[in-house]
């Protein structure tokens, strides 16, 4: 499975063992991720923050930003004129 983020420091955190020691405040989902991370059971990749889908989701976008995160998840305006 990948796991894709937009933020290098936290796959930075996932794949670097000595980090860890100093992140002391990350629950326990956290460390069972590490755990699936470090058996290649999930493999964390980085994206850039223009690719990331998720942000239709959480991020107020223009309409050039909405148009291309729609065309990639493959949605259609049903009320477009045809």
Same mark, same amino acid.
């Not at 933020?7 to 980090?19: A, P």
């Not at 326990?28 to 923050?49: F, G, P, R």
């Not at 976008?61 to 305006?77: P, Y």
């Given at each position: 499975?990948?796991?894709?983020?937009?933020?290098?420091?936290?796959?930075?955190?996932?794949?670097?063992?000595?980090?860890?020691?100093?992140?002391?405040?990350?629950?326990?989902?956290?460390?069972?991720? *590490?755990? #699936? =991370?470090?058996?290649?059971? +999930?493999? /964390?990749?980085?994206?850039?923050?223009?690719?990331?889908?998720?942000?239709?989701?959480?991020?107020?976008?223009?309409?050039?930003?909405?148009?291309?995160? *729609?065309? #990639? =998840?493959?949605?259609?305006? +049903?009320? /477009?004129?045809?």
């Amino acid at each position: 499975m990948r796991l894709y983020g937009d933020n290098k420091t936290t796959i930075y955190i996932v794949e670097n063992v000595v980090f860890h020691e100093k992140t002391k405040h990350i629950e326990v989902d956290y460390h069972i991720v *590490c755990n #699936k =991370l470090e058996e290649n059971i +999930i493999v /964390a990749k980085h994206v850039s923050l223009w690719h990331q889908l998720a942000e239709l989701l959480t991020e107020p976008l223009g309409r050039t930003r909405v148009d291309f995160i *729609c065309d #990639k =998840l493959g949605m259609h305006d +049903i009320y /477009a004129p045809a």
